[in-house]
């Protein structure tokens, strides 16, 4: 009897994993179908045909998942915000190119002066010169996809799936709200229109600003998507495996410092960042109550 109610309450953790899946894969795919237009417009535009053949093919292949037995997929499904989430982050500037629209910074820059004193994105790093803590804070903000990949794949290693497609679930929630705020909202930030801030120079911080003009797209500066994602994955750290969570928690206030400490984000930017990794970590543990009662219902009545 112990055996059988062990084996049911498997198979129902398998299947509400399982429907988080399914129901992230379908809110990428209406994602990638609706954005394809600025993309097509984009590469008729520039006369690449490049970034609309990477953009149906991340169509094509999440599409393709909804359409494969469920056993078959569930790797690739599981992993599939982690797997084309960069190239999604990447081609934003071609989407956001394409739409045409105006960029937003006047506002942003009438917000911090609401909300601070001073531009702390221009005034922080000359009032805080020291060169260590340059390098500390940029190796904190280079840091970024190790606090988004490793929790996953520590979970991943440890075959907490149930955790894992639940943290999963987490960051495709602030990652949503990021991207569409980008594509309807696109400020560019400090670093396009004054350059980064006057920090100290150091290996770190060159790598950091080599990196950022090889793979930064314009008009993705509100709200810091790098501390969003970063506080997501420390909540749900925190609450999965908490020796990782700490050192996940610690290196993403240093890196929610690095934003503005670089000149990368307005200070707003990392504000904002914050509050929405919250309220993305409380929505994704709201829509996860009613499968884990379902969960309850199913292993009563067995």
Known sequence: MLVASSTLAADDSASRSDRIGRGIAIALAIYLIFVAWPVWRYAATSGSMLPLVIHLTMLGYTLALLLAPVRARRPAMDWLTLTIGPVMYVELRWIIAGLGAPHHDAILVEWERLLFPSDPSATLAPRLSFAPLSELLHLAYASYYLLIYLPPVVLYARRRRDALVSTILALAVVYGVCFVTYVLFPVDGPRYLVGPAAA???????????????????????????????????????????????????????????????????????????????????????????????????????
Do not use: K
């Open 200 to 302: 100290p120079d150091g290996p770190i911080r060159s790598f950091v600003l080599t990196l950022l003009d090889r793979g930064s797209s314009r008009g993705t500066a509100f709200p810091s998507s790098h501390v969003a994602a970063s506080v997501v994955s420390a909540l749900c750290a925190l609450r999965y495996q908490r020796g990782v969570g700490i050192a996940v928690t610690i290196v993403t206030a240093a890196l929610t410092l690095g934003t503005v400490y670089g000149g990368f984000h307005y200070a707003v930017d990392a504000l904002v960042g914050v509050i929405l990794g919250g309220l993305a970590w409380l929505v994704s543990a709201e829509l996860l109550e009613p499968l884990a009662s379902r969960g309850v219902q199913s292993a009563t009545a067995a």
